[in-house]
């Protein structure tokens, strides 16, 4: 299968309803080879790595390679107001100079996008020459996570199950085990993917959403939400893995933890919790300490310097027994003689009172969760519910920022951030307050390698830093731009990619319960 036949599949696609393209799929899928199959499942389900491209990124690297002002791009992308039908507009009779094969169409996808004057530039532009304007428009549109067809991960389950003659739920369970790619792989062979999970593979972590008091679970169980960073530990003997939710090995930084879980009465495990720092009395601490732990190159001073706690909110596999598809109830059941447990809810209990023990104890909030639900791997789920203080929080991308004045005239001191939305990013004002001055010029020194532009003061960096902030409430103003009251910085968010952002979906759903 080649690119050119992909983009006319995604246009036969693009404006039917999820019954028809399922049909659609099932009919022409025969026609390719299994690698194939399994390319073009993972690009409909944009199940490739994070790539950092944002509009104004966009914009740029496609003038350049066109040899055009971007003022051009403007202009066109003020009438279309999408990326992909303005690079098939700006030369609509283009036609594909070679065959470009899938897999180098995925590859370019996946690239980490640096500097206009990277080599990841470089071979984007040779790709972008040699494509077809129809090509172009659906590249822009997966390269920047907005194809605007309606495809997702679910209507790809179900062209999956249609394809290879499976129940929807049999998928669905199967793709909690196994990326698309790896369910393609043993579809193709007519064999069951393995449901089971293995020492030393990662599991995408479940996530939980802000949602008002008449959507949360009438099942519940409600565990206090901590100020740490999100943690997968597996056990097997002695041998502790530690994952941080990127999937990313942390092991090193927390070897007081893999000591207290090597005494665990149990052989083998994987178990999803949280790490966070404390006070000499056990009480929580500031987050930032976590910054100490997670950057030192000295583990053991920084063990020193900074003491943290484990707490265990789920159990995704006990000995040998996979949990994963268990309801949370079940799942807590097989854990209950673990130690280090979250601190939870009696049943029955008063869920308010609860909220404010835990706001008196120094946390963050609490978390109300769904007792019949399995564990929904790399799924914001409805079933578990944050519920803190009423400010709102949101975790942003660094988009420019000005150096400070006086003291601070040394380093960045006032950041611009945004939110996502379907063409890239939204700016939603400024943050200055929050960080101390060491983390201010820690910040400067990481966003000075990823400037793209400078304009009258202002340093414009490719998106890659991610904040969590806070402020008193959401505005909008006369001409419709959104901002935020008293934003502070709460944290860096080092766990986190800039694909995982709120949106601004998210910040107008907030607004609306404010």
């Not at 020492?199 to 939980?208: C, E, I, N, R, S």
């Not at 003997?237 to 879980?261: A, L, M």
Request: glycine share 6%; proline share 4%.
């Amino acid at each position: 299968m080649t690119m050119k036949m992909m983009a006319r599949l995604l246009q036969a696609l693009e404006h039917k309803k999820p019954t028809n393209q399922i049909k659609l799929i099932s009919d022409e899928i025969s026609k390719f080879k299994s690698n194939d199959k399994k390319i073009l499942f993972q690009i409909l389900a944009m199940e490739y790595p994070s790539n950092n491209i944002g509009i104004s990124k966009a914009k740029k690297w496609i003038a350049k390679c066109l040899n055009i002002f971007e003022s051009e791009i403007d202009a066109f992308y003020d009438a279309l107001e999408d990326i992909g039908d303005v690079s098939e507009a700006l030369d609509y009779s283009k036609e594909s100079e070679m065959e470009i094969p899938l897999n180098r169409f995925l590859n370019v996808l996946s690239l980490d996008c640096g500097g206009i004057s990277s080599e990841e530039y470089i071979i984007f532009s040779e790709l972008f020459k040699d494509m077809s304007s129809l090509e172009r428009k659906w590249f822009c549109r997966y390269w920047l996570r907005v194809p605007r067809n309606g495809i997702n991960v679910g209507t790809v389950q179900k062209m999956i199950a249609k394809i290879y003659d499976k129940k929807l739920k049999e998928v669905k369970s199967d793709n909690n085990f196994n990326d698309i790619s790896t369910l393609i792989t043993y579809y193709e062979m007519n064999e069951n993917p393995p449901t089971n999970l293995s020492h030393g593979k990662f599991v995408k972590p479940m996530l939980a959403k802000e949602l008002p008091m008449n959507k949360w679970p009438k099942n519940k169980i409600v565990d206090y939400k901590y100020d740490g960073n999100r943690y997968q530990i597996h056990k097997e003997g002695v041998n502790v893995i530690i994952f941080n939710r990127k999937g990313n090995i942390v092991t090193p930084q927390f070897q007081d933890v893999v000591e207290k879980v090597q005494q665990y009465p149990i052989l083998r495990c994987i178990l999803d919790g949280e790490i966070y720092p404390i006070k000499e009395d056990g009480s929580p601490a500031e987050h930032k300490l976590m910054g100490t732990r997670v950057h030192s190159k000295n583990h053991e001073e920084a063990i020193e310097k900074v003491k943290v706690k484990w707490v265990i909110f789920d159990c995704l596999k006990y000995e040998l027994e996979t949990l994963i598809n268990l309801p949370y109830s079940e799942r807590l059941v097989k854990m209950k003689d673990l130690p280090d447990q979250a601190h939870r809810m009696e049943k029955g209990g008063d869920v308010l009172a609860f909220y404010n023990r835990a706001i008196n104890d120094g946390f963050e909030g609490i978390i109300i969760k769904d007792d019949s639900l399995p564990y929904e791997a790399g799924k914001r789920s409805v079933g578990w519910a944050k519920y803190k203080p009423p400010r709102i929080d949101l975790d942003v991308v660094i988009t420019s920022a000005r150096y400070g004045e006086g003291a601070r005239s040394g380093f960045f001191a006032s950041f611009d951030i945004a939110v996502k939305d379907e063409n890239g990013f939204l700016g939603i004002g400024s943050v200055g307050t929050g960080l101390s001055e060491r983390e201010m010029l820690s910040l400067t020194n990481r966003l000075r390698t990823t400037i793209e532009d400078v304009k009258s003061g202002t340093y414009y960096f490719v998106p890659k830093i991610v904040l969590q902030v806070s402020a008193d409430l959401i505005s909008r103003d006369k001409k419709g731009n959104l901002g935020l009251r008293f934003p502070r910085v709460v944290r860096i968010r080092e766990d986190k990619y800039v694909v995982d952002i709120n949106t601004v979906s998210d910040v107008i759903q907030t607004m609306a319960g404010f």
